[in-house]
T-cell receptor, first 115, second 115 residues
Framework: DAKTTQPPSMDCAEGRAANLPCNHSTISGNEYVYWYRQIHSQGPQYIIHGLKNNETNEMASLIITEDRKSSTLILPHATLRDTAVYYCIVRPFNAGGTSYGKLTFGQGTILTVHP | DADVTQTPRNRITKTGKRIMLECSQTKGHDRMYWYRQDPGLGLRLIYYSFDVKDINKGEISDGYSVSRQAQAKFSLSLESAIPNQTALYFC??????????????FGPGTRLTVL
């Protein structure tokens, strides 16, 4: 699996956009980019994923560069409850359309949202 | 009620004891996983199971064993616990990857301390 590089920590003011970067320069063509977050020792929670197009859901937006070597998770209006560890993960899918199922977690980015 | 439950939530035991951590899910998923998390680190995969008859080792399976008693139940055992197995343990499930989402749903975690 491709490795990811994330800054160890970031701060964000409440109500502002939080932009969390991730480098995955060795990503392969059959690998998706996933983001999960973990709030204070709770189980990780899925946020969003993408292949090469930008994606948006009710939680966040994912911007993937054209060469797919990096991506940015955007929380448009961060709240105090968004304080968490954010994990960027690349994950392969096979040609049959089913995943290998495994997630490989790095150390993530500790996002602190302050008032 | 929670979709993925883990018992016990907290356990303190002594070196050499046999310990079993249990995971149950009501999501109807075929795939189940066990991870451990050490302080300040991401999650590491111990074992995973894609169905009742399929058990696979993850990256850190030494010292652990698992049992998939039914589709909904996946147990992790420490045959002879040692202090460096002190960690937070998470169970997760995932279903068929329709649309290549492949989201994993995590339980609340079991905090295990081996003295």
């Amino acid at each position: 699996d491709a490795k990811t590089t994330q800054p160890p920590s970031m701060d964000c003011a409440e109500g502002r956009a939080a932009n969390l970067p991730c480098n995955h320069s060795t990503i392969s063509g059959n690998e998706y980019v996933y983001w999960y977050r973990q709030i204070h020792s709770q189980g990780p929670q899925y946020i969003i994923h993408g292949l090469k197009n930008n994606e948006t859901n009710e939680m966040a937006s994912l911007i993937i560069t054209e060469d797919r070597k990096s991506s940015t998770l955007i929380l448009p209006h961060a709240t105090l409850r968004d304080t968490a560890v954010y994990y960027c993960i690349v994950r392969p899918f096979n040609a049959g359309g089913t995943s290998y199922g495994k997630l490989t977690f790095g150390q993530g980015t500790i996002l602190t949202v302050h008032p | 009620d929670a979709d993925v439950t883990q018992t016990p939530r907290n356990r303190i035991t002594k070196t050499g004891k046999r310990i079993m951590l249990e995971c149950s899910q009501t999501k109807g998923h075929d795939r189940m996983y066990w991870y451990r998390q050490d302080p300040g680190l991401g999650l590491r995969l111990i074992y995973y199971s894609f169905d009742v008859k399929d058990i696979n080792k993850g990256e850190i399976s030494d010292g652990y064993s698992v049992s998939r008693q039914a589709q909904a139940k996946f147990s992790l055992s420490l045959e002879s616990a040692i202090p460096n197995q002190t960690a937070l343990y998470f169970c997760a499930t995932s279903g068929e990857d329709r649309g290549r989402r492949g989201e994993q749903f995590f339980g609340p975690g079991t905090r295990l301390t081996v003295l």
